[in-house]
């Protein structure tokens, strides 16, 4: 009965490919997360998803392209891919107002990208 | 520009005695702190956080302390316990957002 689910867990691609990491939250949240942990281990939001409306979206390639088609989803489209990209990206959720402390945010397992 | 810092990337305690984790940040508008902890293989998960304006919390064995005019944050574990043994990252939230230390790896000593 997991929380927050990432698919796939292990994505092994070749440069210039388009690939996309899938996510799923039960929690009833109304806001979702994408997160890369690069090589140094940082932790780094790239994009934040409320009610299916983007919130937050950092300094991200336009390679990549999230998607969240009802609340409790949102998926990462990343075309092109590069050897920069390879890393972890983490999903995560949290609950936006009265129903809960949206600082606490709940991760998903993790889909680690590795570009060849 | 990582505005929240780890300096010790790893820490190794005796189980029973307690483990004390670092954290520093530069942001004086962060509204929250938190410590997450991850195992390989997983998701950091949720252990303990602070409100800016606090400057301890307790639960459990787990204490965080902020020290607002230092821009400094502690976590105490006592007594640590072998399952402590794990990747511990600070962070700090202000605008929906999380900006997270690089972590400490703690190991805790039978």
């Known amino acids: 009965d997991t929380a927050v689910s990432q698919t796939p867990k292990y994505l092994v691609t070749q440069m210039g490919n388009d690939k996309s990491i899938k996510c799923e939250q039960n929690?009833?949240?109304?806001?979702m997360y994408w997160y890369k942990q690069d090589s140094k281990k940082f932790l780094k939001i790239m994009f934040s998803y409320n009610n299916k409306e983007l919130i937050i979206n950092e300094t991200v390639p336009n390679r990549f392209s999230p998607k969240s088609p009802d609340k409790a989803h949102l998926n990462l489209h990343i075309n092109s891919l590069e050897l920069g990209d390879s890393a972890v990206y983490f999903c995560?959720?949290?609950?936006?107002?009265?129903?809960?402390?949206?600082?606490?945010?709940?991760f998903g397992p993790g889909t680690r990208l590795t570009v060849t | 520009d990582q505005q929240v810092k780890q300096n010790s990337p790893s820490l190794s305690v005796q189980e029973g005695r307690i483990s004390i984790l670092n954290c520093d940040y530069t942001n004086s508008m962060f509204d929250y702190f938190l410590w997450y902890k991850k195992y390989p293989a997983e998701g950091p998960t949720f252990l303990i956080s602070?409100?800016?304006?606090?400057d301890k919390n307790e639960d459990g064995r787990f204490t965080v302390f902020l020290n607002k005019s230092a821009k400094h944050l502690s976590l105490h574990i006592v007594p640590s316990q072998p399952g402590d043994s794990a990747v511990y990252f600070c962070a700090a939230y202000v605008d929906y957002k999380l900006s997270f230390g690089a972590g400490t790896t703690v190991t805790v000593r039978a």
């Open positions: 929690l009833g949240h109304d806001t």
């Open positions: 602070i409100s800016s304006i606090k």
């Open positions: 995560a959720s949290s609950q936006i107002g009265d129903r809960g402390p949206s600082y606490e945010q709940y």
